[in-house]
């Protein structure tokens, strides 16, 4: 069946960094662009990274550009988002996304930013 598994979120504090991935199975890898969206309590669910399906072209919320880097590693069927200089605005939830022709979520991550 089609997986994806997010790992590599937990605190933080503010200034600090954390790499999230995005193991995926089940399904044509390169075949699918991934992204990545959070939500956080009480607020809407927000795209946060998304890059092509052979990692030629990446898109970013202007709130973490310059700041984060989504890639993605073909042989290994994972996509990762760099994530550097956080801010306490950026605790959510992260998950991960697969769009082609189907579309599919993991169950996402726990990132907590703070002091």
């Known amino acids: 069946q089609v997986q994806l598994v997010e790992s590599g979120g937990g605190l933080v504090q503010p200034g600090g960094s954390l790499r999230l991935s995005c193991a995926a199975s089940?399904?044509?890898?390169?075949?699918?662009?991934m992204s990545w969206y959070r939500q956080a309590p009480g607020k809407e669910r927000e795209l946060v990274a998304g890059?092509?399906?052979?990692?030629?072209?990446?898109t970013y919320a202007d709130s973490v550009k310059a700041r984060f880097t989504i890639s993605r590693d073909n042989a290994k069927n994972t996509v990762y988002l760099q994530m550097n200089s956080l801010k306490p605005e950026d605790t959510a939830i992260y998950y991960c996304?697969?769009?082609?022709?189907?579309?599919?979520w993991g169950q996402g991550t726990q990132v907590t930013v703070s002091l």
């Open positions: 890059i092509s399906s052979l990692g030629s072209r990446s």
């Open positions: 089940g399904f044509i890898f390169n075949n699918y662009a």
């Open positions: 996304t697969a769009r082609g022709r189907n579309a599919y």
